[in-house]
């Protein structure tokens, strides 16, 4: 069975930076595409960014430039490097296994505020 | 970017109700989309992918349905757990679209 298990969450100020991780079981890491998706409190699903098993990358708009997705597939994990982190980056963040999100982790929340 | 336009926002049924959840996309996506149930405080659970294939162990009461632009999620006989609230995404093309969500309440 897929798991995802996502960590790194937390408080932190306007300005600072996060390192999500996703730790991934029960499949072969290493051959999956990989996605970030986010809600914030109260509202709907907004895709973030995704990683192809041979290194192809998209980021949302509304993070490029910001956030940095990457794998370690020797530690089958994903993770999300979060930079300039913005109040409207507040959410529960979920990692998702390929690009039809077949499996989620349970979510990490991340609160920007000052 | 693709826009997904999806319909009622809300809905309140009952027991046993028939109902019918709408996606448009705003240009063709062929079949390329997912639906979605999120209860509070859960991950999003995958109910069908591809239009209309139902996710391994998810009860044939839900089913997909829809090509092109227009897309349809039905729920057959409405039981205690479906009450729920249901997004669609479109996986067409980057970057990935969700609908805005359908809260389904009980009546």
């Known amino acids: 069975e897929m798991q995802l298990v996502e960590s790194g969450g937390g408080l932190v100020q306007p300005g600072g930076s996060l390192r999500l991780s996703c730790a991934a079981s029960?499949?072969?890491?290493?051959?999956?595409?990989m996605s970030w998706v986010r809600q914030a409190p109260g509202k709907g699903l907004e895709w973030v960014s995704y990683?192809?098993?041979?290194?192809?990358?998209y980021y949302a708009d509304s993070v490029k430039g910001r956030f940095t997705i990457s794998r370690d597939n020797a530690k089958n994990s994903l993770y999300l490097q979060m930079n300039s982190l913005r109040v409207d980056d507040t959410a529960t963040y979920f990692c998702?296994?390929?690009?039809?999100?077949?499996?989620w982790g349970p979510g990490t929340l991340v609160t920007v505020s000052s | 970017d693709i826009q997904m336009t999806q319909s009622p926002s809300s809905l309140s049924a009952s027991l046993g109700d028939r109902v019918t959840i709408t996606c448009r996309a705003s240009q063709a996506i062929r079949n390329d989309l997912n639906w979605f149930q999120q209860r509070p405080g859960k991950a999003p659970k995958r109910l069908i992918y591809d239009a209309t294939t139902l996710q391994s162990g998810v009860p044939s009461r839900f089913s997909g349905s829809g090509s092109g632009t227009e897309f349809t999620l039905t729920i057959s006989s409405l039981q205690p757990e479906d009450f729920a609230t249901y997004y669609c995404l479109q996986h067409n093309t980057y970057p990935r679209t969700f609908g805005q969500g359908t809260k389904l309440e009980i009546k």
């Open positions: 998702a296994t390929g690009g039809g999100y077949g499996s």
């Open positions: 990683l192809s098993s041979t290194g192809t990358i």
């Open positions: 029960g499949f072969t890491f290493s051959s999956w595409s």
